[in-house]
């Protein structure tokens, strides 16, 4: 928030003189933020590795959290990372943005470009700190919650580089994942099932039809990838009723193709177009499920479970 008000006490219609005015404090404020956030990185790693792994290394050398100061997670300058908004809208106006979307455009950039810049921080820094404890040290991947559904299904792996923009994951060190991970993805959804908190699982598992079949029973990873590319979802008109859809699961590799094709849902596989062969029926997502299932009385698991969503 402290980015968003610097930029709006100083944007005007001269852009580079806008930046100009608020660079000392934008420099202080990215400065400190980074301090402060590598300096908890290092602070926090040693504790984290002994909670996690059960070990107590000694140090071969102690990071100086000012090394992180001033350096985005790319290498650049952070000056010139926050820079690169302002010749983003520049080009933009040129192209027929108005102003006040430009001067917009430009409050987002930075304001996303200062998030990845302390959550780069963050994990560099306690990279640093847990390879001077012990060299073969992996990332377990922590949410920071709320988290979307693409963050969770990542949490506890060691999977730290795959990131959205925005995302504000962050990374512990330990010297191996356990098997119960520091961060996993059904504690964190079973908390807010504890809490009775649709809207967030909602958000998390698309809509609160998806909710419904994950409290019944469907994998986690086959509801969130179901939103894995644009438009994999979809409504349309299917023999004169309302469905929604997805696309995903549905090729050769699918394991919801054989699942449909051996429930009688689907009879094999038709090349639409594209690289991939699918098959010839759509595979309805839960909420078209559940409609059938209510409005003619039938069991929703059983129908789950032959689209593939619960395995």
């Known amino acids: 928030m402290a980015m968003h008000r610097l930029w709006r006490r100083y944007a005007g219609n001269d852009f580079d003189t806008a930046f100009a ?4 404090q934008l420099v202080r404020l990215l400065d400190t933020a980074q301090y402060e956030t590598a300096s908890e990185a290092v602070e926090n790693a040693p504790t984290v590795m002994r909670d996690l792994g059960g070990f107590d290394f000694e140090p071969e050398y102690e990071p100086d959290p000012w090394q992180w100061v001033g350096v ?7 000056i010139d990372t926050m820079y690169t908004p302002i010749i983003e809208a520049k080009a933009g106006v040129l192209r027929g943005w108005t102003l006040d979307f430009a001067r917009y455009r430009i409050e987002i950039g930075m304001l996303t470009r200062a998030r990845t810049c302390l959550a ?71 908390d807010l099932v504890d809490a009775a908190d649709m809207d967030a699982l909602a958000r998390i598992l698309g809509s609160r ?11 986690l990873n086959q509801l969130v990838n179901a939103y894995r590319r644009k438009g994999s979802v979809t409504r349309a008109q299917f023999y004169s009723r309302k469905i929604k859809y997805t696309t995903e699961g549905t090729t050769r590799r699918g ?11 689907a009879n094999g596989f038709v090349k639409h177009g594209g690289r991939y062969t699918r098959i010839d029926r759509p595979r309805l997502m839960p909420e078209t499920i ?13 129908m789950l479970r032959n689209y593939g969503w619960i395995l």
């Open 120 to 190: 780069d921080t963050q994990r560099s820094a306690s990279m640093v700190t847990a390879k001077g404890r012990y060299a073969d040290a992996r990332p377990v991947r922590v949410l920071n919650p709320p988290s979307c559904g693409r963050c969770v299904i990542l949490a506890g792996t060691s999977n730290a580089g795959e990131r959205h923009p925005n995302c504000d994951c962050t990374v512990m060190w330990s010297h191996d994942v356990p098997a119960n991970a520091y961060a996993d993805p059904y504690s964190y959804l079973n």
């Open 72 to 78: 985005n997670g790319n290498g650049w300058d952070t």
């Open 209 to 219: 039809a998806n909710v419904r079949a994950y409290l019944d029973g469907a994998d």
């Open 290 to 302: 559940y409609e059938i299932c209510d409005r003619q009385g039938r069991d929703p698991k059983q």
């Open 255 to 265: 394991s919801a193709s054989y699942r449909m094709i051996s429930a009688g849902y």
């Open 21 to 24: 005015r608020m660079l000392p």
